[in-house]
């Protein structure tokens, strides 16, 4: 991910790496960085980032539709009770990444994020409580990696998590708006940054 703004036929300066794909545009201006409290948002995204390790974001957001159809939206309470028949049909899903160990932990995950509803009331309230303070934040998209994202990967791991390394985490962080990552001059760290004043934390 580059860090520098790049300016956009609005002339309006944005993140470079928004137009390195057609795709990405959209996403940056109205989904990356504005906070979730949403749960199955919020399983999804780490899902899809367990998804891209090894990948392209690219890869990943081309096939997000074919993903929420083929998990049910990432409504974990019904992924919970997936089976190995299920896991079959997953991978001659031409629409998806098929990767036999990332869908089996997505499956995973589901049964533990069930758990974390049952132990904290929400998957939000759990993964915000890692929000990092703004006073010890990196400068933005220099690093891939916080102290907090190191702290909810572990714990996430202690719980039966699967494909949720720092790296990992992190994106998810950013994406969600637990951070908000987009670059000073950006025209969309503002409207980020309003968001996160107006939000409630879960």
């Not at 957001?61 to 939206?73: I, P």
Request: one cysteine or more; proline letters at 3%; charged letters at 25%.
């Amino acid at each position: 991910m580059t860090t520098q703004l790049t300016q956009g036929s609005d002339g309006n300066y944005r993140c470079s790496w928004c137009f390195s794909a057609p795709e990405f545009l959209q996403y940056h201006d109205n989904e990356w960085g504005y906070p979730v409290d949403n749960d199955f948002r919020l399983f999804e995204k780490l899902c899809l980032e367990g998804f891209q390790a090894g990948l392209s974001w690219r890869t990943i957001l081309s096939k997000r539709e074919n993903f929420r159809e083929a998990f049910h939206d990432f409504n974990f309470n019904k992924v919970a009770h997936f089976n190995r028949k299920s896991i079959e049909q997953l991978i001659t899903n031409k629409g998806i990444v098929r990767h036999r160990g990332k869908i089996e932990a997505v499956i995973n995950n589901a049964k533990c994020a069930k758990e974390i509803v049952k132990s904290e009331g929400s998957l939000a309230s759990f993964v915000w409580k890692y929000e990092p303070e703004d006073k010890v934040l990196a400068k933005p998209q220099s690093k891939s990696t916080s102290s907090e994202s190191i702290a909810l990967s572990k714990d996430l791991k202690k719980l039966g998590w699967k494909f949720v390394g720092p790296t990992t985490v992190y994106a998810f962080m950013q994406a969600m708006g637990l951070v908000n990552d987009h670059l000073e001059g950006c025209i969309t760290r503002s409207k980020i940054q309003r968001a996160r004043s107006n939000f409630i934390i879960p």
